[in-house]
């Protein structure tokens, strides 16, 4: 199985930070890396697909980039409603497998 | 743009079994595939599974082989996860979400989630 490891695995910021989480693949998978955010008691969302399409109606301050086996997610201002648990997905080949998650706090 | 609601919360003893359905709405039901995913209390996201709507394919996680089943009923677009043998490690929400890629593979990822279905096992 592809494992796929996330850091930070938590991180404090501000309203208007720039926010940077990273997620390593054990294996090349191209571009296959998705990413959802997930909030307490909901199903996680989608918020890029392919590394760095950004899901329809999800804000442009969202954004992905990477191939192979190193992948950023990046807030570029942190707003209050982003603070959640955001996870990376790897589609490359099943079984599925998700990043342990980085939860974003408010400092 | 769809919509998937799922079945109410369940309890079960050990060594049942609990099938959770997931019903779409909003979209050509075989137009996309729907994958099952379970998170622990406290953890992460775990793939279980998933079914192709327009052949009946499926694609299950190795650690569930022989426990789980995934079905579709095409007549009221509703798609269903039997899982068997319940252990308390078991004790999870269980998500469906909708799989745009035809092969399985959510290359798009995963776009459409239902609320989720809070399944405990205990005795």
């Known amino acids: 199985d592809i494992q796929m490891t996330q850091s930070p695995s938590s991180l404090s910021a501000s309203v208007g930070d720039r926010v940077t989480i990273t997620c390593r693949a054990s294996?090349?998978?191209?571009?296959?890396l998705n990413w959802y955010q997930q909030k307490p008691g909901k199903a996680p969302k989608l918020l890029i697909y392919?590394?760095?399409f950004l899901q329809s109606g999800v804000p442009s301050r969202f954004s992905g980039s990477g191939s192979g086996t190193d992948f950023t997610l990046t807030i570029s201002s942190l707003q209050p409603e982003d603070f959640a648990t955001y996870y990376c997905?790897?589609?490359?080949?099943?079984?599925?497998?998700f990043g342990g998650g980085t939860k974003v706090e408010i400092k | 743009q769809g919509q998937l609601v799922q079945s109410g919360a369940e309890v079960k003893v050990p060594g049942a079994s609990v099938k959770v359905s997931c019903k779409t709405s909003?979209?050509?039901?075989?137009?996309?595939?729907i994958t099952w995913v379970r998170q622990a209390p406290g953890q992460g996201l775990e793939w279980m599974g998933w079914?192709?709507?327009?052949?009946?394919?499926?694609n299950y996680a190795q650690q569930f082989q022989g426990r789980v089943t995934v079905t579709t009923d095409t007549s009221t677009s509703t798609v269903y996860l039997e899982l068997r043998s319940l252990r308390s490690d078991d004790t999870a929400v269980y998500y469906c979400?909708?799989?745009?890629?035809?092969?399985?593979?959510?290359?798009?990822?995963?776009?459409?989630w239902g609320q989720g279905t809070t399944v405990t096992v205990s005795s």
């Open positions: 979400a909708r799989d745009p890629d035809s092969s399985g593979y959510a290359a798009y990822g995963m776009d459409v």
């Open positions: 392919s590394a760095s």
């Open positions: 294996q090349s998978i191209g571009s296959y």
């Open positions: 909003g979209y050509t039901f075989t137009s996309s595939g």
């Open positions: 997905q790897q589609s490359y080949t099943t079984p599925l497998t």
């Open positions: 079914i192709s709507t327009y052949n009946g394919n499926t």
